[in-house]
């Protein structure tokens, strides 16, 4: 039993509060002083007229692991620039949580998530930035440990040894390392990962929706045996959705610029994480074929 818990763990990151025994990593706490200008709640305003400026996204990926569902959340701050109705998108991760099972998870650690390499492949673009508006995103391609001369195309790299491999979080370990959370055990992994989001305006300063996401992995060892066994990690989409919303004050939005610098870094965002959606448990029915 411990086997498979573990092979569920070690898969590739796609990216319950209530219901959920995590402890989720905690950045500094800066004090209530950091919500300046706020009027109302997450998403509440009635919007700029743009969606020119800043926004905070929660994507709570579903993937299937031998027929166990484990959920990926990911918060990111995105800076986006509109020119009519086209979209250039701009992406920083800030804090990668996976499920957990049987209370053991995955930790990535922050030198990982510090050294994805965000691909610009194509643009978003928006039809109406009224109630009901859609929004499609543009790509999010994410190379983890990965320098690929076509990152699209290219297959990701099964040997260590190849040029495509880097030691993106700089531990002297080729691709970036994870690790599992109450043991020992460390793994060295390349990772590609595509995702979509589309959605509709819920509110002027809210985005709902879901996602497509697509991601390969290649193990390149692992401190035990055990957690370099790479299972195969199949997209769930039918469960994967997100949340984006207005962080940087304009059209009534919240303002969460504590500096006011004009930039919203992750730690003055992470105030608000828990606001943006609710979280739901994993579920393995989910991933029954």
């Not at 086997?3 to 209530?32: H, M, N, T, Y």
């Not at 930790?107 to 965000?118: E, L, M």
């Not at 391609?141 to 001369?149: D, H, K, N, R, S």
């Amino acid at each position: 039993m411990k086997k498979l818990i573990l092979l569920f763990l070690v898969a590739g990151c796609s990216v319950e509060r209530g219901a959920s025994d995590w402890e989720p990593q905690q950045f500094s706490d800066a004090g209530p002083d950091l919500m300046v200008g706020v009027d109302g709640g997450i998403g509440e305003g009635p919007g700029a007229g743009t969606m020119d400026g800043t926004w905070l996204l929660l994507h709570e990926g579903s993937t299937c692991v031998i027929n166990a569902e484990q959920l990926t959340h990911a918060w990111y701050v995105v800076d986006i620039q509109q020119d009519d109705r086209v979209l250039t998108e701009s992406r920083t991760i800030c804090r990668v949580d996976l499920s957990p099972v049987l209370g053991l998870r995955v930790i990535i650690p922050p030198a990982a998530i510090d050294s994805i390499d965000f691909v610009d492949i194509d643009k978003g673009f928006v039809s109406d930035l009224r109630v009901g508006g859609s929004y499609s995103s543009s790509s999010e391609l994410a190379l983890w440990g990965l320098e690929l001369a076509n990152p699209v195309e290219d297959e990701v790299p099964g040997d260590a040894t190849d040029p495509g491999v880097v030691d993106g979080d700089g531990d002297g370990q080729p691709g970036v390392t994870f690790n599992v959370e109450n043991s020992t055990c460390q793994r060295f992994q390349g990772q590609r990962q595509i995702i979509r989001y589309s959605g509709k305006f819920d509110a002027p300063n809210s985005v709902i929706g879901t996602s497509v996401n697509l991601t390969d992995v290649k193990v390149y060892g692992s401190t035990e045996a055990l957690c370099g066994i790479a299972p195969p990690v199949i997209s769930n989409d039918n469960f994967s959705r997100f949340r984006m919303v207005r962080i940087d004050g304009a059209g009534g939005a919240i303002n969460l610029d504590a500096n006011a610098d004009g930039t919203i870094s992750c730690e003055e965002a992470s105030q608000v994480f828990d606001q943006v959606m609710e979280f739901r448990a994993a579920d393995n029915n989910n991933c029954k074929r």
